[in-house]
């Protein structure tokens, strides 16, 4: 399927599942391989210690529009500063939350299908209560390990 994978604008993972203190990892599983042609991850180094500036958001206003709202503004950093990051199929590409990252459009004739999924470290940090994403009783975020869990 050509031209699967579209741009991915640049951000940090911990705008859209922020956490106090932040602990966030993004795991990238690309299922074709991810070249400069169709649009590998870029990343910007050192990143990993810019601040969260910009929250997607719940509003509270149910039943509107306006359900989900940004504030704020990402830092903007000079096309220099960006390093691609191709991998080849099968790889794991490991996100801290704070990193800011971008995939570029996919102009190529191959596909860039990946697979991705978050982990928030939630004990000892407060994920917070306006994230667009929220666990309920009836769904609650599932959790990979718990210390207080007795075998």
Known sequence: ?????GEVT???DGTFL????LRLFG????????TLENGCLWYVPGSHVTPITRRFMRTGRVGTDKLLEFKGEDKVF???AWVAAPVKKGSLVLIHGQVVHKS???LSENPRHAYT??????EGSHYASKNWLQPTKEMPLPKLYSPSRKA
Request: charged fraction near 25%; avoid cysteine; proline fraction near 16%.
């Open 1 to 5: 399927q050509p031209g699967i994978g």
């Open 10 to 12: 640049p951000h940090q």
């Open 18 to 21: 922020y956490n106090e203190p």
């Open 27 to 34: 795991f990238w599983f690309p299922i074709d391989d991810a």
């Open 78 to 80: 000079p096309d220099d």
């Open 104 to 106: 570029e459009k996919n």
């Open 117 to 122: 999924f978050h982990v928030v470290e939630l």
